[in-house]
């Protein structure tokens, strides 16, 4: 199993230039998870999909967008990518959401934007 | 919003010592969780803690869920040079899951 795989793992965009970060999951969970990570803040959720065919905001949403494309993958769009979104963004997994359902995550992409 | 109060910031210490962090709030936590992050890698589970009082174990870690709810602590034993990392705590409350900022983990041989 290769757990969370995410792609790619570093970019450099131009500010306003759009791009798409993909994440999949081979462990048949249910829930799957968009975090952003910046020097002393720990990770803060964007977005989450409870199950396959729903997504919901997390704290840190404005500038993104996210696709549960099937139960395996779930992916991160920035439209107008800003100076503020240069990160490290982690996917995550879990059987489900709550109480008791670990999150397993990532290798995490590396994105800079000038 | 929760948030998480993640101490200390850093810490540097000889190969053999022990090592205590801590995490509180000033909201309740149903679940809490300790997290080690490798540089270049993703976050990876320790310990999971699901009541208040709940003390675990995992080799040389042992974590603790406060009796309030609103804390927990981590210790590392004897601690070797790869322990090096990031140790993050987090907090479960319904769906909502909060990090703290990280404890930065130095082990000098």
């Known amino acids: 199993n290769a757990g969370v795989t995410q792609t790619p793992k570093f970019q450099v965009l131009k500010t306003g230039q759009s791009m798409t970060l993909q994440c999949a999951q081979d462990m048949n969970h249910n829930s799957m998870y968009w975090y952003r990570q910046d020097p002393g803040m720990g990770l803060r959720l964007i977005y989450y999909?409870?199950?396959?065919?729903?997504?919901d905001k997390g704290e840190v949403p404005n500038g993104y967008n996210v696709s549960r494309l099937n139960k395996r993958e779930f992916s991160l769009r920035l439209e107008s990518a800003a100076p503020s979104q240069t990160s490290v963004y982690f996917c995550?997994?879990?059987?489900?959401?709550?109480?008791?359902?670990?999150?397993?995550f990532g290798p995490g992409t590396r994105l800079t934007v000038t | 919003g929760q948030q998480l109060n993640q101490s200390p910031q850093s810490m540097f210490i000889q190969e053999g010592e022990d090592v205590s962090m801590n995490c509180t709030s000033s909201s309740i936590f149903n679940t809490w969780l300790w997290y080690k992050q490798d540089p270049g890698e993703g976050p990876v589970l320790l310990i999971a803690?699901?009541?208040?009082?709940e003390l675990t174990s995992n080799g040389r870690l042992t974590a603790q869920f406060g009796i309030t709810r609103k804390d927990s602590f981590l210790n590392i034993s004897a601690s070797i040079p790869s322990d090096v990392g990031i140790y993050f705590c987090?907090?479960?409350?319904?769906?909502?899951?909060?990090f703290g900022a990280g404890t930065r983990l130095t082990v000098k041989p």
């Open positions: 987090a907090g479960t409350f319904n769906n909502d899951m909060r």
């Open positions: 995550a997994s879990s059987a489900a959401i709550g109480r008791g359902y670990e999150q397993y």
């Open positions: 803690l699901y009541k208040a009082g």
């Open positions: 999909s409870a199950s396959e065919g729903t997504t």
